[in-house]
């Protein structure tokens, strides 16, 4: 396999149209001479004016589908990297910087785009209705949800007690693997 630059590939579908056109013309042109062979003998001029015409749409055209493939390809790339919020936290510390905003309204600011940004990440992974519950704004890394609420107890040789004492809640046996999670939303 020969190993071309990307350039070169990307041109070879319109490479094919041209060598398309140009066999197509001479083939006309030569069958055009033969006796008896053109019905347009007297137009032959406005046939390959036309027929120019055509050709050169043609290669405008995938010229134009090119280039539009490029750009919605560096527009699908570019989207996965930019912000979503279009401020950053940079753009929030350089204003905290040259006194554009006080400290409290800095402090609020960073939570409220942590608390987004981070929501935005885990509203994929996390269940409808299992929301984690933000417990602390000055730590926002301590987030709860309902089956973590409570600190794990320390290691005892007696077996934990259930919270609820229900005799049909009995847990999976041990040879049973876990459930597999959910797919992503997206799939």
Same mark, same amino acid.
């Given at each position: 396999?020969?190993?071309?630059?990307?350039?070169?590939? &990307?041109?070879?579908?319109?490479?094919?149209?041209?060598?398309?056109?140009?066999?197509?013309?001479?083939?006309?042109?030569?069958?055009?001479?033969?006796?008896?062979?053109?019905?347009?003998?007297?137009? &032959?001029?406005?046939?390959? $004016?036309?027929? &120019?015409?055509?050709?050169?749409?043609?290669?405008?055209?995938?010229?134009? $589908?090119?280039?539009?493939?490029?750009?919605?390809?560096?527009? %699908?790339?570019? +989207?996965?990297?930019?912000?979503?919020?279009? $401020?950053?936290?940079?753009?929030?510390?350089?204003?905290?910087? #040259?006194? #554009?905003?006080?400290?409290?309204?800095?402090?609020?600011?960073?939570?409220?785009?942590?608390?987004?940004?981070?929501?935005?990440?885990?509203? !994929?992974?996390?269940?409808?209705?299992?929301?984690?519950?933000?417990? %602390?704004?000055? !730590?926002?890394? #301590?987030?709860? &949800?309902? %089956?973590? +609420?409570? *600190?794990?107890?320390? *290691?005892?040789?007696?077996?934990?007690?259930?919270?609820?004492? !229900?005799?049909? !809640?009995?847990? /999976?046996?041990? %040879?049973? /693997?876990? /459930?597999?999670?959910?797919?992503?939303?997206?799939?």
């Amino acid at each position: 396999m020969v190993h071309r630059p990307a350039r070169l590939n &990307s041109m070879a579908p319109l490479r094919y149209a041209a060598a398309a056109g140009v066999c197509l013309g001479w083939a006309g042109r030569s069958l055009g001479q033969a006796p008896g062979g053109n019905p347009f003998a007297e137009n &032959s001029g406005q046939v390959l $004016f036309w027929s &120019s015409v055509l050709l050169g749409a043609a290669i405008v055209l995938g010229l134009a $589908f090119f280039i539009l493939r490029k750009r919605l390809n560096s527009m %699908d790339e570019d +989207a996965g990297t930019g912000n979503p919020m279009g $401020f950053t936290l940079a753009d929030l510390r350089d204003m905290h910087a #040259q006194g #554009q905003i006080s400290d409290d309204e800095f402090e609020f600011a960073k939570r409220k785009m942590i608390a987004k940004a981070k929501a935005k990440l885990d509203a !994929d992974s996390v269940p409808e209705g299992d929301e984690p519950e933000i417990t %602390d704004l000055g !730590d926002l890394t #301590q987030a709860t &949800s309902p %089956d973590k +609420a409570e *600190p794990p107890a320390p *290691p005892s040789d007696e077996p934990p007690a259930d919270k609820n004492d !229900d005799p049909d !809640d009995e847990p /999976p046996p041990p %040879d049973e /693997p876990p /459930p597999l999670p959910k797919p992503p939303k997206h799939w």
